[in-house]
């Protein structure tokens, strides 16, 4: 399994921007599709975005495309969630997520490695 750790949540205005960071330990994680999730107070954990262990490939929620860009780099063995624009409805807690798979999954049910979360918090 691949361990993981996030970092970079914080407090923020809407309309900034803010880099997510999670950096990923164990030999499967170069081969492993990348995920990010979020879980905000009292509602279910939802999908956010993911990446191909080759980065070719890439799916996004509706809620982010055009303001979110995951990116890994597998020789760091780090994933990053880049968020512009942020709305308000975007505060949660945020998780890093990894599955052995070579193609790019979204359903929380399919990752199988998950890091403890990081805060984002957008004020209005």
């Known amino acids: 399994q691949v361990q993981l750790v996030e970092s970079g949540g914080e407090l923020v205005q809407a309309g900034g921007s803010l880099r997510l960071s999670c950096a990923a330990s164990g030999r499967t994680f170069s081969t492993s599709c990348m995920g990010w999730f979020r879980q905000a107070p009292g509602k279910e954990r939802e999908f956010v975005a993911a990446?191909?262990?080759?980065?070719?490939?890439?799916s996004y929620a509706d809620s982010v495309k055009g303001r979110f860009t995951i990116s890994r780099d597998n020789a760091k063995n780090m994933v990053y969630l880049q968020m512009s624009s942020l709305k308000p409805e975007d505060t949660a807690v945020y998780y890093c997520?990894?599955?052995?798979?070579?193609?790019?999954?979204?359903?929380?049910?399919?990752?199988?490695?998950w890091g403890q979360g990081t805060q984002v918090t957008v004020s209005s």
């Open positions: 997520a990894a599955a052995r798979a070579l193609v790019v999954l979204t359903s929380l049910a399919e990752y199988n490695s």
């Open positions: 990446l191909s262990w080759n980065s070719r490939r890439t």
